[in-house]
């Protein structure tokens, strides 16, 4: 059974701090996955790694980062927080060759004051 | 005008209605049509995918698809309380593109 676990599930954070988001996934998947959900948005892509090292600009990169030193594991970094990312950050990974399949972490909800 | 288009609901209907869930998008170029579903304050989680054109059946669910109309459909028969939730579609070119395009998801309410 796959599983993807986020490090928090609700994070409060000030303005300008640097915030650290953890996601690990035990099924060996290649691909991972940061979004954010906000009402009315949806679902909008971050960044996504499809390997260890390498790393790809989704829809709303500004203002993050991301990290993967090792294949399980995929973080999100806020480089300095500010009010406008407040949201729910979700975590997801896929094998290379089934895209279309994403096995999603509970989320993190952060609120940054 | 975004490339996938989703009715946010709420859908409230009683316990053994038919539901009907939609989404249109505008990219031609979408081969596999997914959805997910979405319990409260958890991740989403696959329900279905359908490829190209046609019906999918999986128990009370069917999703439909029609890429002349640019318009997909999920269906629940029976519907339970248990199947109270938001309904994401997504979309994508192939099997090994990465990138899924989701809807912003349809809040469905089945009381009993």
């Known amino acids: 059974d796959v599983k993807v676990t986020q490090s928090s599930r609700y994070l409060v954070k000030r303005t300008g701090e640097k915030v650290f988001l953890e996601c690990v996934q035990d099924?060996?998947?290649?691909?991972m996955f940061w979004y954010r959900q906000d009402p009315g948005l949806g679902l909008r892509l971050i960044y996504f790694?499809?390997?260890?090292?390498?790393?790809e600009k989704g829809d709303i990169p500004e203002g993050y980062s991301v990290s993967r030193e090792k294949k399980e594991r995929f973080s999100l970094i806020l480089e300095s927080a500010s009010t406008n990312q407040t949201s729910m950050y979700l975590c997801a990974s896929s094998l290379r060759t089934l895209g279309y399949e994403q096995y999603f972490g509970p989320g993190t909800r952060l609120t940054v004051t | 005008q975004k490339e996938v288009e989703q009715d946010p609901g709420p859908l409230s209907v009683p316990e053994g209605a038919i539901v009907s869930l939609n989404c249109t998008y505008s990219n031609s170029a979408f081969q596999y049509f997914m959805w997910y579903r979405q319990y409260s304050r958890k991740g989403p989680e696959l329900l279905m995918y359908?490829?190209?054109?046609g019906n999918k059946e999986d128990g009370r669910f069917t999703a439909q698809v029609d890429k002349s109309s640019k318009y997909i459909s999920l269906f629940i028969r029976d519907s339970q309380p248990s199947d109270s939730a938001t309904y994401l579609c997504?979309?994508?070119?192939?099997?090994?593109?990465?990138?899924?395009?989701f809807g912003t998801g349809t809040r469905l309410l089945v009381s009993p």
């Open positions: 359908t490829y190209s054109s």
């Open positions: 790694s499809y390997d260890v090292k390498m790393k």
């Open positions: 997504a979309m994508t070119l192939n099997t090994g593109f990465q990138k899924l395009v």
């Open positions: 099924m060996d998947h290649e691909n």
